[in-house]
Nanobody, 114 residues
């Protein structure tokens, strides 16, 4: 049974940092590229970052380049999203996604507000 469980969300002030985690189970994590998406209220879900399974190459949305870092630890079956210099417009539910499996986690709320 495939499972993706996000954690690490919360309320943070502008300029602050958070690290999200995505714990994967039920499939061979190291064989699959993974992604982070987010969805703000009233907006469509959008790709934040993705990481390959082979060479760990990464891609980022322009809006988060230089502020967010995606990474993975295949030994721990876990993907991360380090978020820095957070802005109010980063407020959203963040989702872990396994594209090839077409599977989503339940999401974790990130709120950036003073």
């Amino acid at each position: 049974q495939v499972r993706l469980v996000e954690s690490g969300g919360g309320l943070v002030q502008p300029g602050g940092s958070l690290r999200l985690s995505c714990a994967a189970s039920g499939f061979t994590f190291s064989n699959y590229a993974m992604s982070w998406y987010r969805q703000a209220p009233g907006k469509e879900r959008e790709l934040v970052a993705r990481i390959s399974n082979r060479d760990f190459s990464t891609n980022y949305a322009d809006s988060v380049k230089g502020r967010f870092t995606i990474s993975r630890d295949n030994a721990k079956n876990t993907m991360y999203l380090q978020m820095s210099s957070l802005k109010p417009e980063d407020t959203a539910v963040y989702y872990c996604h396994a594209p090839t499996l077409r599977f989503w986690g339940q999401g974790t709320q990130v709120s950036v507000s003073s």
